[in-house]
């Protein structure tokens, strides 16, 4: 186990802990940390963002409601994971079945993900402001210094911890810390006035 | 301040921040909203990078699911603090297990040394030591002391009182 896989399971472990005995505030600090990944997942499944934004909510609804069972044999989030797809298929099964009034088993929400008819879409309006803020990015990252946009794509792309940057860049960890820090900031100058008059929630 | 926040936020982003420090990160990140569309910029930055696609959360999201759980019992699972202790007293006890095998151990060896050195005066005195024991047993002498003296005094100031504690009382 990586230090930063380490990091985040003792977090949750933590932070199960706290909700299990009581301290219902801690769920939010888990709602925090994993929403943008389960509303992602969500997305593989069911495209229009408002509809999977409901799901995801379901999902976080469902796994607080299943804790008292939840004994940490998994790591939370692989657990969260299960719920949430099971969320997701089980939406596009009901909404297929209120569709086209026919039972369909389980196994088949695979089969069904990908069906163009079960499958929100976004409003084009929606889209061209995604695909401005998504040029907007890529282009600043373009734009960053070398190291910076190395370390970054390292992070992100790559999926490498900290450690095994500054080995690949032969620097130490807390230039490759700075660096990541500063790209990010770098893009997110650029990024935020194009969000201030465009709606990036909706 | 927010700067350093931020960079925080961007360690914690790639589970690079310890869990103490992740945890008030987390609790600052509830109450303040600016820092929130910060960590959702941040997240749509990871996206666009990973998958060149964006779905970021509502700002609400949080609230809303807060919301819905309102009225969903709280979990008051007993708090598991016993094996932890155990743990501690398992490790004191095994240590203080250790420092007297390896004292008696220390103590065995030097004795062995030492008959070794001195031989048959010291098989001398061993000889000697428990016929003394025998003949006078100091010990039993104290016990059979405080046995006879084991009675009880009654008295109305007083109440029950050990009859010695009593008699020295009155003594002064």
């Known amino acids: 186990m990586t230090r930063d896989t380490k990091y985040s399971e003792q977090l949750d472990e933590e932070l199960v802990l706290r909700v299990q005995r009581g301290d219902k505030s801690a769920y939010d600090f888990l709602v925090i940390k994993y929403q943008h990944r389960i509303i992602q997942l969500v997305n593989r499944y069911i495209k229009d963002p408002s509809e999977a934004q409901d799901v995801a909510q379901e999902a976080f609804i469902k796994a607080y409601r299943a804790l008292a069972d939840f004994r940490g044999e998994a790591a939370f989030f692989t657990w969260l994971y299960r719920i949430a797809i099971n969320t997701a298929k089980n939406y596009l099964l009901s909404r297929s079945r209120r569709s086209a009034n026919y039972q369909v088993d389980i196994q088949d929400a695979e089969a069904l993900e990908n069906a163009p008819q079960l499958q929100g879409l976004e409003t084009p309006e929606r889209e061209l402001l995604n695909q401005e803020i998504i040029d907007a990015i890529n282009a600043s990252i373009e734009e960053l210094p070398e190291d910076m946009r190395t370390a970054i794509v390292l992070r992100e792309f790559e999926g490498m911890s900290y450690e095994e940057i500054a080995e690949a860049m032969d620097c130490p960890v807390g230039t490759v810390r700075s660096r990541i820090f500063r790209a990010r900031e770098a893009i997110d100058n650029k990024l935020n006035p194009l969000l201030e008059h465009g709606d990036f929630y909706d | ?172």
């Open chain 2, 1 to 172: 301040m927010t700067e350093h926040l931020n960079q925080k936020l961007s360690q914690f982003l790639d589970n690079e921040l310890e869990p103490v420090e992740a945890l008030s990160l987390l609790k600052t990140l509830h109450k303040s909203p600016a820092l929130q569309d910060k960590y959702n910029r941040y997240q749509a930055i990871s996206q666009v990078i990973k998958a060149n696609k964006i779905s970021v959360a509502n700002p609400d999201f949080v609230a809303q699911i807060n919301k819905q759980l309102q009225h969903e019992p709280v979990y008051l699972f007993p708090i598991k603090t016993v094996p932890k202790k155990l743990y501690k007293q398992m490790a004191i006890a095994a240590s203080i297990v250790m420092i007297a095998v390896i004292t008696s151990y220390n103590f065995a060896g030097s004795m062995q040394q030492f008959v070794a050195e001195s031989g048959f005066q010291m098989a001398q005195v061993q000889q000697n030591e428990p016929a003394k024991a025998i003949e006078y047993p100091l010990n039993k002498q104290i016990n059979d002391y405080l046995q006879a003296h084991n009675m009880m005094n009654v008295d109305n100031e007083q109440s029950y009182q050990p009859y010695a504690r009593v008699s020295s009382y009155n003594q002064k």
